[in-house]
T-cell receptor, first 110, second 114 residues
């Protein structure tokens, strides 16, 4: 599976959009981009995933560049409950193992 | 909502004890997983199961075994607990093994072996 690079941490003001970048320059054609988050002392939570096209659900939007070498997770209106570690994962379609890296610690402040 | 539950949030055991960690999911998922999470090492897959009575080793199966007698339940067994098995243990389930598939995680069990 391709490796990902994310910033170690970022702050975001409550009510503003949070844009979380992820680089995956070695991604191959059959690899999906997945985002999970982990709130302190809880299990990881699935957010969204995509292959080529941009995706949106009730939690977030995922923007994947045309060359697929990077992506951005957008939390449109951050709340204090969005404070968590966010993981960007690139995964093949072969089977279900998830490789979690260090992730980005996002702190939403009032 | 998918619900994955784990038998304990916190557990303290002594070295050499046999330890059972239980996981139950209520979404009729085929696949279940056991991970451990340690600071600086991220999540590492211990075992997974893609059907009742079926299991596959993950990246770090040594010192662990698993049991899946019913579809909804997946147990992780530490045959003889050691201090290096002190960790956060996370169970997950998913509907598919391949393709577009999200894993749903339980709240975790923080195990301390003294």
């Amino acid at each position: 599976d391709a490796k990902t690079t994310q910033p170690t941490s970022m702050d975001c003001a409550e009510g503003r959009a949070a844009n979380l970048p992820c680089n995956h320059s070695t991604i191959s054609g059959n690899e999906y981009v997945y985002w999970y988050r982990q709130i302190h002392s809880q299990g990881p939570q699935y957010i969204i995933h995509g292959l080529k096209n941009n995706e949106t659900n009730e939690m977030a939007s995922l923007i994947i560049t045309e060359d697929r070498k990077s992506s951005t997770l957008i939390l449109p209106h951050a709340t204090l409950r969005d404070t968590a570690v966010y993981y960007c994962i690139v995964r093949t379609d072969s089977w279900g193992k998830l490789q979690f890296g260090a992730g980005t610690q996002v702190v939403v402040t009032p | 909502d998918v619900k994955v539950t784990q038998s304990s949030r916190y557990l303290v055991k002594r070295t050499g004890e046999k330890v059972f960690l239980e996981c139950v999911q209520d979404m009729d998922h085929e696949n279940m997983f056991w991970y451990r999470q340690d600071p600086g090492l991220g999540l590492r897959l211990i075992y997974f199961s893609y059907d009742v009575k079926m299991k596959e080793k993950g990246d770090i199966p040594e010192g662990y075994s698993v049991s899946r007698e019913k579809k909804e339940r997946f147990s992780l067994i530490l045959e003889s607990a050691s201090t290096n098995q002190t960790s956060m243990y996370l169970c997950a389930s998913s509907a598919q093994l391949a393709g577009e598939d999200e894993q749903y995680f339980g709240p975790g069990t923080r195990l301390t072996v003294t």
